[in-house]
């Protein structure tokens, strides 16, 4: 299963340098019980919060998300086209147990070697 993963991730950033455009992103630290509201891209199910990040990696426009509620079976990732910088406060909201987290995103153009 690990050995899937690896090679996925890889698939994934190969593709982005054969296009010439690299996306590199830094999450920062999660913010439990924290929910930002209105800036919403898409909403799925997923197994874990690594998968939500993930999702949020290769959606071009995610710069955060919400994960929750975190002891569920089936939690949600919500990606999000803004973080609570970038909003009204009245956006940025308590909900017991989700996490949110924002990413620094640094997108490069690179020139494919072949």
Known sequence: M???KAIHHFVLFFKRVLSGDCR????QPQIKDRFLEHQLLRSMKVPSRSKCELRC???ADCVSYNFGPT???APLCDLNNSTHLQVSSSDFVTKDGYIYRYILVRNKKVKALF
């Open 71 to 73: 002891e569920s079976d």
């Open 2 to 4: 690990l050995r899937s």
């Open 57 to 59: 990696y290769q959606e």
């Open 24 to 27: 590199t992103v830094e999450f």
